[in-house]
Nanobody, 115 residues
Framework: QVQLVESGGGLVQAGGSLRLSCAAS????????MGWYRQAPGKQREWVAV???????NYADFVKGRFTISRDNAKNTVYLQMNSLKPEDAAVYYC?????????WGQGTQVTVSS
């Protein structure tokens, strides 16, 4: 089993920045990807970014150039640096990790962006 704990959400003005963290624990040795999804009220959960165990990254078009995903293997933690935040970025952000058919989720952290 894998546990994911997010932190770093909060309230920020449009144009501001936040950094989300996701700490993984448990049977993490076989995880080959970690990433972030988000879900705004009344909308479906959508993929934001992913980083592989090899360090490759990929981003949804709507965050490219503004968000950066990174990982600290020594701390088993993945980060999402969010810059130039827009009101439409407001959502609950969920950490996701997995390998093959296995998929794990954190409890989510709220990001609110005021205009």
């Amino acid at each position: 089993q894998v546990q994911l704990v997010e932190s770093g959400g909060g309230l920020v003005q449009a144009g501001g920045s936040l950094r989300l963290s996701c700490a993984a624990s448990g049977r993490i040795f076989n995880l080959n990807r970690m990433g972030w999804y988000r879900q705004a009220p009344g909308k479906q959960r959508e993929w934001v970014a992913v980083i592989t165990s090899g360090g490759s990254t990929n981003y949804a078009d709507f965050v490219k150039g503004r968000f950066t995903i990174s990982r600290d293997n020594a701390k088993n933690t993945v980060y999402l640096q969010m810059n130039s935040l827009k009101p439409e970025d407001a959502a609950v952000y969920y950490c996701n990790a997995g390998s093959g058919i296995y998929d794990y989720w954190g409890q989510g952290t709220q990001v609110t962006v005021s205009s």
